[in-house]
Each structure stands twice: as C-alpha cells, then as structure tokens.
Nanobody
Framework: QVQLVESGGGLVQPGGSLRLSCAAS????????MGWYRQAPGKERELVAT???????NYAGSVKGRFTNSRDNARNTMYLQMNSLKPEDTAVYYC?????????WGKGTLVTVSS
C-alpha cells in the first residue's frame, strides 16, 4: 500500500510564502515523475508543477518564477516552495506521483491567500 501525504498548507497574506511537502510511504520500489496540482473553488484541477526523478522541472505559466518544485529521492519526498503568493493561488494543492509504475494521489492541503 502506497500513500502520499501533503502538508504545509495554511493561511498566508498576499506576497507571503509557504512550503508544501509531499511524503510518500509504504512499499516503495521506485518513484518516477512527481507533480503538484491544485483545484480552486468552482474550478477544475490544474497542473502547477512537475519534476522527474532526475529533477527536471516544468511549471504552469501562472506560477513560473514564483514557485520552485524540488524532491529528495532518499526521503521519498517532494517540496513546493511558493513565494510572492497571490489571492488567485488559493486552492487545495494535491500531490501526484508515479510509484512502482502506478499512479497515486494525496488527499490535498488547503492554501488560502488572503489579507
């Protein structure tokens, strides 16, 4: 059984920063691509950032230059450093990963950007 657990969400003022974590646990042989997605109220889930096992990254245009996606393969953990946060970044952020060649999702962590 593989689980992905996100943490680090919360309430932050516009212009502030947060760091999300996604920890994978269970019977893990290999984690390939990982990514962050988000879903704002009333909107569809959208891609935020992805990272390969070799740490190549890709970002949505709306977060490029503000968010940094990283991972620690030894700890089976991925991170999302979010800077210069805007109200439109408010959403539930989900972790996604290809673990043992299967697709897994976390339950999400809420990020609220508001003054």
């Amino acid at each position: 059984q593989v689980q992905l657990v996100e943490s680090g969400g919360g309430l932050v003022q516009p212009g502030g920063s947060l760091r999300l974590s996604c920890a994978a646990s269970g019977s893990i042989f290999r984690i390939n691509d990982m990514g962050w997605y988000r879903q704002a109220p009333g909107k569809e889930r959208e891609l935020v950032a992805t990272i390969t096992r070799s740490r190549s990254t890709n970002y949505a245009g709306s977060v490029k230059g503000r968010f940094t996606n990283s991972r620690d393969n030894a700890r089976n953990t991925m991170y999302l450093q979010m800077n210069s946060l805007k109200p439109e970044d408010t959403a539930v952020y989900y972790c996604n990963a290809e673990v043992n060649w299967g697709d897994y999702w976390g339950k999400g962590t809420l990020v609220t950007v508001s003054s």
